[in-house]
Structure formats: structure tokens, C-alpha cells
């Protein structure tokens, strides 16, 4: 299998880096007229996981002044998923730079199977201007000592 650039190692250990996970079912309102998984879910699932991964982090308050949008994001289709088919949603900090992170995620069944992956560059912001926002020092070590 040739690796999407953003897996910089072997994917058996690429992929034993996550912990963090939400279980899912494919809805069969997420699939399409060739009877499979509809190509946009992905990422769909990606930000619920991302959503969660940030609560856990106590990265998401109502009382902050910034925000994380999304700059770039991507997804590679390894097999089919079908409907009701039970999956494992994935994320991990990859990278953290000073206003950016890179998160990358891997979407499993439960035989341990990678149905896809996918990475995204995120900006902080803050919410008043939309002007990028360093992170602190203690964002950054939360957010790196989570891989």
C-alpha cells in the first residue's frame, strides 16, 4: 500500500500511535446509490472526533476568545465500508506549530482493519479579529503530550 506523504513512518507503528478513539455506525443515510459509505463521511466523523478529542484536552470553552479553523483537509479511501458496519474514528496530534496543529486521523473496523485515513492542518484565531493566535506553552504541551 503507497502511504499518503503525511504518514512519515511505517503504518504498523503509524497506526499503534493513537489511543483516542469514538466508536460509529455507518447510517445507511450515509451511503450512496453504489451501496457504500458516501466519500464526504469521513469527514464528517473526523470533526465529531476532533470535537470529542478537544473536550477531552479542555481545548473547547464558550469563555475563549479563540477558535480553531480548519485550513487544510484531507482523506485516502483505503477499502469499502458498507452500511451499519461498525467503525473506530481515530485522532492524534501530529504536530504543533505556533498557531497551527496538524491532526491525523484512522478510521478502522473491528476486525483492526484501516478503512481510511486523513490529516488536518487546523489555525487558532482569535474570534474578534480572525487573526491567527499563538498557542501557549501549556496548549502546546497538552496537545503534544497526547500522541
Known amino acids: 500500500m503507497k ?58 470553552s464558550e469563555n475563549k476568545q479563540t477558535m480553531t479553523v480548519v485550513a487544510s483537509q484531507q482523506c485516502d479511501y483505503l477499502r469499502q465500508v458498507m452500511p451499519y458496519e461498525e467503525l473506530r474514528i481515530y485522532v492524534k496530534t501530529s ?29 487558532q484565531v482569535s474570534k474578534e479579529s480572525g487573526k491567527a493566535v499563538s498557542w501557549t506553552d501549556e496548549e502546546k504541551e497538552t496537545l503534544l503530550h497526547t500522541r
Not at 31 to 41: A, E, K, L, W, Y
Request: aromatic share 18%; charged share 15%.
Open 95 to 123: 504536530a504543533v506549530g505556533s498557531s497551527s496543529l496538524t491532526l491525523h486521523y484512522l478510521g478502522e473496523n473491528l476486525e483492526g482493519e484501516p478503512c481510511f485515513t486523513g490529516a488536518v492542518v487546523m489555525v
Open 3 to 60: 502511504l499518503p506523504a503525511y504518514i512519515d513512518m511505517p503504518f504498523q507503528e503509524w497506526k499503534t500511535s493513537f489511543s483516542f478513539f469514538n466508536k460509529v455506525s455507518v447510517r445507511f443515510s450515509e451511503t450512496d446509490m453504489f451501496g457504500h459509505m458516501n466519500n464526504v463521511t469521513p469527514f464528517i466523523y473526523f470533526e465529531e472526533v476532533r470535537i470529542s478529542y478537544f473536550k477531552k484536552l479542555n481545548m473547547m
